[in-house]
């Protein structure tokens, strides 16, 4: 059934007013791009003079920029490209695996997919041993499943059950769950909702350059505001923000 939620229940899930949070950290204007997963580890994929680095939630500088490219951290680690080849590294920023493989993806239930000598069916276990690479299936965190208009044009969310749970309202676009909340497009904007289908942060931003989704990691979720990036918490206040 459709959810119509009363006027003192919306009033306690609106989004922090501007006041009440706190004075965001800004990203140095020298990093001219940043990792398309956003904050993970507590680290964020920056780009400097053509290599990447990593910053911390304060925008300081915690691994110096020094990779040719990186994939950004997930369960731990990071894979990274020194020399033409992947190798990975800890949240130290030292090398747990050298590099000498072709390609490398991030981390996922332990296993981090990597090509040597033209075979793509290679994983790297949390130890940095080669294991044949399993197919899995993705189980997305996805409390609820979207539907959409008989034009295409909005979709919205049911339950398990089919029950409708957000009433078609938003724009179709890539509305995945993550870390229980899911971004959703209104008039051309975006904002987040919960689990249960409340509004939690109002569409007020845009997709980062280069950038097809939005999506909570680590906490924060990587958006455009104004024209420049911005990381924000889940209580809509900006963390980090690009000068």
């Not at 680095?53 to 997930?74: C, D, H, M, W, Y």
């Not at 080849?85 to 390609?103: A, C, E, F, M």
């Not at 965190?141 to 909005?154: R, V």
Request: charged share 25%.
């Amino acid at each position: 059934m459709l959810k119509i939620l009363p006027a003192v229940t919306l009033a306690l899930i609106l989004p922090a007013k501007a006041d009440s949070c706190p004075e965001p950290a800004t990203l140095d204007a020298a990093y001219t791009q940043t990792g398309l997963h956003g904050f993970n580890n507590g680290l964020l994929a920056v780009k400097k003079d053509g290599l990447w680095g990593f910053v911390n939630r304060k925008g300081r500088l915690a691994i110096p920029a020094r990779f040719e490219e990186t994939q950004g951290f997930s369960e731990g680690k990071a894979a990274v490209k020194l020399n033409g080849l992947w190798g990975i590294i800890d949240s130290n920023g030292k090398i747990l695996v050298q590099p000498r493989y072709q390609n490398a993806r991030r981390y996922f239930s332990g296993l981090l997919p990597v090509s040597k000598n033209g075979k793509d069916y290679l994983a790297l276990d949390h130890h940095g041993r080669e294991t044949e690479l399993p197919l899995w299936d993705v189980l997305p965190d996805t409390p609820l499943h979207k539907f959409h208009t008989e034009d295409f044009s909005k979709i919205g969310y049911k339950d398990h059950n089919g029950n409708i749970v957000v009433a078609a309202l938003y724009e179709r676009g890539v509305n995945h769950f993550s870390e229980g909340m899911a971004a959703v497009r209104k008039n051309g904007l975006w904002g987040f909702i919960d689990a249960e289908g409340n509004e939690r942060i109002a569409p007020r931003y845009t997709l980062p350059q280069g950038q097809w989704d939005i999506s909570f990691s680590d906490g924060l979720a990587k958006v455009a505001l104004d024209g420049k990036i911005a990381f924000i918490d889940k209580q809509g206040c900006t963390i980090l923000q690009q000068k």
